[in-house]
C-alpha cells in the first residue's frame, strides 16, 4: 500500500466512526477527559497540518491561523492553547467548517505526497497515522460517554456488534528467569516501547480468560465495593466520594442490572468480559478473589500464549520509562514521556482499537481511576 | 388581537431570534448562568405542555414523557430535574427534534384554543406568553455569551442593530414625601409588581442620561479597579479572583479598546452607554463619581420624566417582598418569591426586551456580580 | 466613669469572658467565620495601637511592627493582611505573648489619657471600646463554635446561666403611616443608624415573644426541612449540600433531641427560644407557619411594645445605607459601608451583647446562611 | 538492651523532640499533611494501647474511650476517625491532657512488660517502637512546617545543627546484570521490604554526591521553572497552579536567598545540599541536567559505595508491590500496602530520621507534589 493509500484509509475510517453522529453529537463535552468529537477531527487534521505541511510543504497557505488555537492539545511548543476542559463550550467553528478543514488539509497532504516525501518526513506521516489511529479510539470512548450519559440513551448504532475472541478458561505458568520486552524489528512503534531490555521474572502464573460480568458481579454481590480492605487508600476515597457501587454504564433498574452498549440500554449480558473498570476496582477485585493484576513484563512475557483483544487491561505496572528512554527533540518529544508519572501501564487491545494498531509490546496508559476507555480484567498469581 | 394570534406572534418571534444560529450554537453551555438555545426552545414549549396541555387539555398524549427531565427548569414541584449546569451536555434530543417538540404541542394549543379556554387559563396562557418573552431576553444574553467568548469572535447578525433612544443629559430633581409604588391597573404584571403601596422618599437628584463608554473609560484609566475604597469587601474578592478590569466584552488589543457586539468585535463608541458591569462595577463607578445608584422606589417615581430602555439598570434596592406580597399556590408559585434573597433590583428594559414586555413597575433582578445581561448604569444623589 | 475607667472596664471584660479557656482554646479555627480567641485579643489591642497610638501618641514606640500583618482584619488601608482562613494556622505569639502586648498597649493608654484627649480622640476611643464590645460578642460565638465542635464537647463554664427575660405571648398591631426611624440624640451609635428619616408603614401584627424549642420542633417534626416550598432556592441547596435538619448545636442522641449549651450537651429546654437558625431557616419556619419575618423598620417601629435582648432577630430588610449615608474618610470608613451587600438585618441583642451595648436603632448584619452566632425568631403578619 | 529500655529510649525521644515547642505549636494544622504535634505525641500512644494493652493486657482500664476517635489515624478497622484535615480544629483533650494519656499508658507498658510478653506481641512491641521513630521524623516536618510558614519565621531551637555526613564528589559505575534486592536477615524490617528477589540492572553511573545549593540555583538562574520542557505535564500544571519558583523554605529578600532552617531564617548556604523538592523538581533538574534519577534497584544495588543519610532522595520507582508481597492480616496489614498507587520510592535517610531506623533496603514512599519532607536529589545516568 502507497503512503497515499495508507493516508486515505486511516483518514476515511476517522469519518466513518463519525457517520452515526448527529451534528450536536459532535459538540459536547460533558466531562473534562472526554473531547467533542469535533475536535478529534479538526485535532487529527491540524497534526498533519501543522507538523507536515506548514514544515515540509512549501508555499503551504494556512487555512486558519486561528485554528491552531483551537485544534492544538497538549504541544506545548507550538502556542498557547485552549485549556482542555473548554473544548466543548466552543459551537465555533461548526462541524461543516471542521469537515471543510479536513478535506482543504487532506488535498494538500495528497499534492504533497506527489513530490515524494524525504524518509525523515515518512517517519513523521506513519507517527500522524498512528496518531490518527489512536484518536479513533479515543472518539469511540468519547462518543460512547456523551450517549451513554444522556437520560434518553440513545444508541450510537443499533447494528453495532462486538469483534468475537476466542478464550480458553485457566492459567498457564511461566518461569523465574530473565526475558527479553520491550519492541524489536523495523516496523513503527511509538518511544516508550523502545528500548528492548533484560528483565528478571519470578515464576508467575496469568489467567487465559478475562473475568466475565458474571464474576463480577460475585464481587458486588458479596460487598465488595462496601469493604475497605480490598481497596488502596486514595480508591476508598474514590469510591466514597463519587458513591461507586458497579462498573460504569451499569445501571441497576428495578433490581435487574443493564448495561449501556453502543447499541443502547441492554440487560447486562453474564458472559461478556467486565468492561469499563478503573484500575482501582480492578485491583480490589483481584485482591477480593485472593490474586493480583500482572506487571506488563508479565504479561509481555505470556502474551504470545492467549488471545488479548477484548479490552485493554489493567496492570499493577506504573507508566515509567524503559531503561535508555529518551525524548524525541521539538514537539513530537513531548508525545510520551512528559505523562509519565501518576499512570498505570495496560496492555492488550480493545473492541474499539483500530485493527492492526497494538502489538505485544504497546504500552497504554490512564490514570488509575478512570474507567471510560475499554478495559477490563486479567489475573495473577 | 385574539389569544391566538398573540401565542402565533410570541412563539415565531423566539424562532427568529434563533433564526441566526448555526445547529451547534444551540447546544453548548459554557458557563452555568448561560443556558444552550436548544434548552430554551424547549423548555418554553415545555411549560406551556405541562401547565396548560396536561393540565387542561382532555386526551392530550405527551409528546415524550423523558423531556419533562430534560427541560424542566427549576420547578421542584413537577419532579427530578437535570441539574442545571448539566444543560450543555446533553447532544440529544436534537435541535432538530426539539422543534418538532415545539411544533407538536403548537399544533396542539391551537386545537385547545378552539375550544375556548376558561379565563383561569387565560391567565396561565399570558403568563406563559410573557415567560416566553423573559426567555427571547434570555436568549440574546446566552447567544452573545456564548459567540462572545469563542475565540473566533463570529457576529450574531452582520445587520444587527440597537434601537435607538434619545437621552437629555442632566439632573432632575424630586421632592420629599409620600409616593405610591407598585403596579395597577387591569394588564398583566408579574406577581412581584404587586401590591400597589405607599413609600416614603427623601429628595434626591437622578440623571435623565446613563454613563457611556467614554465616562466609564475615565474611571478605568484613573486606576479604579485598583483601589479597594470604590468596591464593596465582596465586591473587591470578585474583582480580585476574577481578574476584573473592564465590563465583560471589552478587549484591549495593541491599546485599542475593542467591544464584542452582536456584529462580532468592534472599536469601542465612546458615546454609547456602558454595558455589561456588575451592580459591584456599577457601585464602584458612582462611588467614584462621589455619587450613588438609586434605589429602585426613586427611580419608579422618576421613570416618566426620562427616556429609558436603552439597558437594564442596577438599583441600590434588594430584591425582597413588597408589603402584602403572597406566593401563588402550586408551581406556579415558584416563579418569583423563591428568589427574594441575595439578588439585586434592576429597573428599565434592555435593547433584548421584547417590545412592550417591561413597565416602569417591572422588577427584574440578578445577582450582584453577574454581568451577561445587558446593563448600565444611572446616577443618583 | 471617666474614659480611663470605662477603658478599664471593658478590656477586664475580654479578659474574663476568656478566663474560662485553656490555652490550646486560644489558638483554633475550625472554619473561616470563626477566628481564634488569642486574634480577638490581639485585633482589639491593635485597634488601639493603630488608631490612638501610633496616630497621635508622640514617641509612641511599636511594640512590634509584624504584629499589623498578624492582627490587622480587613482595614485595607493599613497594609497587606494575614488572609482571614489562615489566622488558626499561627502558632504565634504565643497566647502570653499577645496578652504581654495587650498590657503593652493598656500602659501607654493610660499614659496617653493622662494628657487628656482631644474630642477627636475621645470619639476614636468610644468607637475602640464599641469595637471591642463587638468583639466580646463575637468571642462567645467562636468559643461556643469552638467547644461546640468538639468531639469531646467541653463546657465554657459549668456554672455559666443565661439572663432571663419576660416575655408575653402574643401580638401587636401597628397602624399604617409614616414613622421616624434611625438614631437621633447624642449619644454613641454606629455611621449605619445614622440618619434618622421617616419611612411608610402599612398596618401589621408582630409578636411579642421569640419561636420556642417546642414550635420549631413542630416544623421539624411536620417535615419543615424536607419540603422545598418554605424554602428559598439558595437555601434548598444550602440544606441540600450540608445535609441541614435542625438548628446548630441540636444533637438527636438515640432519638432524644440534645443542645450544646456553654455548660455543655443538655437535654433540649422546650421552653427556651429556638437559637442558632440562620436566615433562611427563620424564613422557612415564618413561611410554614404562614406568616412572615418583620422588616428592620417594622421592628425598630414596634420596639417599645415588647422586650427584646434574648437572641439576635433576623428580619427580611437586606442591609442597606440609609439615606444621606456616607463613608467617614480614612481606614474607620471602612467600619459599616464595604459590607452593605448580601447580608441581612438583625435586630435586638443577645445574651452575648455586653451590657448597654445595643440599642433599638443598632443594625447587626450577617449573611443569611450563617448560624454560629446567637439567632432567633420573630414573627410578623 | 531490654525491651522495657528500648520502649523508654524511644518513647522519651518524641517527648526530647517536642520539649523545644511551646504549647500552641502543639495544636496547629496549617495543612492537610502537616498533623499537629499533640496528634503525633496521642497517636503514638493510642497505637501502643490499642494493638498491645488493649489487645492483650488482661484487665487494662481504657484511658479515655472517646481517645480512640481522636487520635486513631487511617486505621480503617477500628472504628470512624476524624477526618485528617480536621485534626487542628481540635483544642481539646489539651496537651496536658495528652501527655497525661501518654503517661497513663506507659506506665500499663511497663507492668504488662513485667508479665513476659509473647514472641507475636514482642514482635508487636517493635513494629510500634518503628512506628513510633516514623512519628518521630514526622515531627521534625510538621514542626518545621508550622514555624517555617509563621510570619514571624521563629527558630524551633536557635542550637540545631545538622549531622555531617562526608561525601567524595563523582560518579561510581555498576555493571549490567541480575542483582539481588529486599531485606534478608532477622533484624526488624517493614513488610514492603520483603520478599527478597532477583531483578536484572542495566549498566549505570550513580552520582556519590547530593546536588548541592549552588547546582540547584544554576537551574533557577537558568529559567528551569519557565520551561516547560523540562517538566512531567502534571508537573507543569503544579508549577503553573501553586506559583513555584524556588525550593520550599527559600525565600527571595531584596535579591538575596534567604532559606528558613531549624535555627530560623539564615542566608542560603551554597555549599550544603539541596532539600525540600518535590520529585517534579528533582526530576525536572536531572532532566535539565541531561541526566536522571536512579530506580529504587540501582540506588540498593550501589548504596554501599557512597555515604547517604543527609537527605532522602527521590528515585524514578513507583511504590509498588515486591513480587509475593501479602498483606498482615487484620488491621497492622494496613499498614503499607494500601498505599502502593500514586506515589514514588525514597531511598537513605535525613537528618530527621532516628538514629538506626533506615537501612540499605528501607523503601521510603511520597505522593510526586509533596516537599515538606527532607528530600534531596541524586543524579544517575
Known amino acids: 500500500m502507497t503512503l497515499a493509500e495508507r493516508y486515505k484509509t486511516v483518514r476515511r475510517r476517522t469519518e466513518d466512526i463519525c457517520s452515526h453522529l448527529q451534528t450536536e453529537d459532535y459538540v459536547v463535552q460533558p466531562v473534562g477527559d472526554v473531547s467533542p468529537p469535533k475536535w478529534h477531527i479538526g485535532h487529527t487534521t491540524w497534526f498533519f497540518e501543522t507538523f507536515i505541511l506548514k514544515a515540509y510543504f512549501m508555499g503551504y497557505q494556512d487555512y486558519n491561523p486561528d485554528y491552531n488555537y483551537v485544534f492544538n492539545s497538549y504541544y506545548e511548543t507550538v502556542g498557547a492553547r485552549v485549556i482542555r476542559t473548554d473544548r466543548g463550550n466552543l459551537s465555533r467553528p461548526t462541524v461543516l467548517d471542521v469537515y471543510r478543514y479536513r478535506e482543504y488539509v487532506d488535498e494538500a497532504i495528497y499534492k504533497f505526497l506527489c513530490e515524494g516525501p524525504s524518509p525523515e518526513v515518512e517517519e513523521l506521516f506513519v507517527l500522524g497515522l498512528n496518531h490518527e489511529e489512536q484518536h479513533q479510539e479515543l472518539l469511540y470512548y468519547d462518543i460512547k460517554y456523551i450517549l451513554g450519559h444522556n437520560p434518553l440513551f440513545p444508541a450510537y448504532n443499533p447494528q ?160 515509567l520509562p524503559y531503561p535508555g528512554f529518551s525524548k524525541a527533540p521539538g514537539a513530537i518529544g513531548e508525545y510520551n514521556g512528559k505523562f509519565m508519572v501518576n499512570q498505570k501501564v495496560l496492555r492488550g487491545a480493545s473492541e474499539a482499537t483500530p485493527p492492526g494498531h497494538s502489538r505485544t509490546t504497546y504500552r497504554n496508559f490512564f490514570h488509575p481511576n478512570l474507567r471510560w476507555h475499554f478495559t477490563g480484567i486479567r489475573l495473577a498469581q
Open 160 to 319: 453495532y456488534s462486538s469483534p468475537k475472541i476466542e478464550e480458553q478458561p485457566g492459567f498457564i505458568s511461566i518461569n523465574e528467569g530473565v526475558y527479553e520486552v520491550g519492541h524489536t524489528g523495523e516496523d513503527f512503534c511509538f518511544d516508550n516501547e523502545l528500548s528492548r531490555h533484560k528483565v528478571y521474572l519470578n515464576a508467575y502464573h496469568i489467567s487465559t480468560a478475562l473475568v466475565t460480568n458474571a464474576e463480577y458481579l460475585e464481587f458486588i454481590n458479596s460487598g465488595g465495593y462496601q469493604d475497605f480492605r480490598y481497596w488502596h487508600a486514595e480508591a476508598w476515597d474514590w469510591v466514597k466520594t463519587n458513591n461507586i457501587t458497579a462498573p460504569m454504564y451499569w445501571h441497576n433498574i428495578d433490581g435487574e442490572w443493564h448495561n449501556y452498549t453502543l447499541r443502547g440500554l441492554e440487560p447486562l449480558h453474564l458472559h461478556d468480559s467486565v468492561q469499563h473498570v478503573s484500575f482501582y476496582e480492578a485491583y480490589a477485585y483481584a485482591s477480593w478473589k485472593g490474586m493480583r493484576l500482572p506487571t506488563e513484563y508479565e504479561w509481555e512475557v505470556a502474551a504470545t500464549q492467549f488471545n488479548w483483544g477484548k479490552s485493554w487491561e489493567w496492570t499493577e505496572s506504573a507508566y
